[in-house]
């Protein structure tokens, strides 16, 4: 069979030319979480943006933020894993890309739970089985209608003299707008574990706010001032009770 010729009448071996390999790293921003910088593991999409992290990475992230990582965008007011979704085949290209990384990922889980006594999970395809519409139990994400209230709180800092506090994780809270000022402050004492003799000041917007006050009647004094992406926003800090 004789070689095909193109316009420019040279002969044409494209046919029996390989693509050229390209090295693994050209591919790194698509197939690496950008939280621990590892290749993806249980690949999940941010559906508001469409960027892609670990599992476990994203679901640690929204403890705290309730943005997107890479682009800033405000993925829930308030339950940011609402809007996450699997991304089994980015996965599956992973895990072809990267030679033993699924055999690897697979010996460490099936290590995680031996080493705990706990039976490993049946890691092969899922049966879902037909349930009668009534035996559905409730969706476990179903929020109260009567926590009608998104916070945001923010730490602005403590008095010197005030030490060996824990850094509050859980930023973003829902809540009842009957709560109060005091609930509020009594749940960051349990979360920072704060001592009695440290005292908490709560301040939305210029107003200092004392115990008595609702929430809902905050949010309805304040206005639009008081809230950031609908969430109300309180800044706390620690100071040491005035002397007599």
Known sequence: MLPRLNHE???????????????????????????????????????????????????????????????STVVHQTQPTYNIRPDRQLQDIVYKMVPFLEESERKQMCQFYKERGLDVPNTGPVVIKRQKKENIPPSVFTIPPELDVSLLLEFVGAEEGIANYKPLERRYVRVSGEATVRHV??????MMELSSACQVDVVCGDHLLDHFQSLKDIQSFVGEEALQDGLLVLHFGLVLPSQP
């Open 9 to 71: 009448g040279t002969t044409n071996n494209s046919e029996d030319e390989e693509e050229p390999e390209r090295p693994l790293s050209e591919f790194y921003p698509y197939i690496r979480c950008a939280l621990c910088s590892h290749f993806l593991i249980d690949a999940t999409t941010i559906i508001e943006c469409l960027h892609t992290f670990c599992k476990s990475c994203i679901v640690k992230h929204f403890f705290y933020n309730n943005r997107c990582p890479t682009c």
């Open 185 to 190: 402050e009594i749940f960051i004492r349990r």
